[in-house]
């Protein structure tokens, strides 16, 4: 018998059928109507799926905030992904989870707030929906993002570098790299990006992410040779962040509003422009669709 921790809700429409743990309101699952998993299925190389990152991206330096002159312990990529949200709704074809501060969260991030999860399946995939509300008397700095992980190549016959990322817009302005997930302070031109797609390959990731910090596209496709292809488009969020490890497997395309703190960050995260401040009793919302096309 599953704990509550482990717990599985499973969503379907269309023959579009969607699982999500309560743990993190992460996505464990996304196939299609042919039966193809989308997802990478949380291998040796990465135990997850798809992680909520939030109240922060990535790392600070010695894992501590700064908060009105008081520091804070607060580990890589937040909290929200590691505890139990509760189902709030639920039908055949949507979910909502919620989770709210506790006296645990403020002892890592001393704010009030409550965070929504939804998922809503559609005729062509699913819509995710990010909801922060501010529960507290002072303005609350946070970080927020998905960090969904896709089968690279998306299918086994396929070869990885086959595969490309095809943006809606030409993207020319610089892109940021992180080492030991804290960003670095020099910017790297990326003539592919410029140009509007990157045509994919297992080296193109040996430097690790790569952080579009002012991304003009609002979708991106990322498609096989095969015809098979995921089309992400989000609102909500300013950056984008492209992923893989070494060893190849997926491929993290990642809806950001905030960057990892730079290496050498000593300031109050009030003070942060790259994240979102959201005033006492204000509400703001995240969103990103992702929808699937099969090969005819």
């Not at 819509?127 to 008397?137: D, P």
């Amino acid at each position: 018998m599953p704990t509550l921790m482990h717990r599985q809700i499973e969503l379907s429409r269309d023959g579009i059928k969607l699982t999500a743990a309560l743990r993190g309101a992460e996505l464990q699952s996304l196939t299609g109507p042919d039966g193809h998993e989308y997802l990478w299925q949380a291998g040796p190389a990465w135990p997850r799926h798809a992680p909520v990152l939030f109240p922060a991206i990535c790392r600070h330096p010695d894992d501590l905030i700064r908060v009105n002159g008081q520091e804070y312990p607060l580990g890589h990529h937040g909290f929200a992904r590691d505890l139990a949200f509760e189902v709030t709704d639920q039908g055949r074809d949507h979910v909502t989870f919620a989770l709210e501060d506790s006296p645990a969260t403020r002892g890592q991030y001393p704010f009030r707030f409550r965070l929504e999860v939804d998922y809503h399946l559609t005729d062509k995939g699913v819509l995710i929906s990010f909801r922060v509300h501010n529960r507290g008397k002072e303005t609350a700095p946070f970080g927020i993002g998905s960090h969904p992980a896709f089968n690279w190549p998306l299918e086994p016959q396929t070869a990885a570098d086959e595969h490309t990322l095809i943006f809606d817009q030409p993207e020319p302005h610089p892109t940021r790299r992180t080492r030991d997930n804290l960003l670095l302070p020099e910017s790297f031109a990326d003539a592919s990006l410029a140009a509007g797609a990157i045509q994919l390959a297992p080296g193109r990731f040996a430097d690790g992410a790569i952080i579009l910090e002012t991304v003009r596209s609002s979708s991106v496709q990322y498609r096989s040779p095969s015809g098979r292809a995921i089309h992400l488009s989000w609102t909500g969020f300013r950056q984008l962040a492209l992923w893989s490890p070494n060893e190849g497997g997926f491929l993290c395309i990642e809806p950001w509003r905030g960057l990892p703190a730079p290496g050498d960050w000593r300031g109050d995260e009030g003070n942060r422009a790259d994240l979102e401040h959201l005033l006492p009793d204000e509400t703001r919302t995240y969103a990103y669709r992702m929808e699937i096309e099969t090969p005819c």
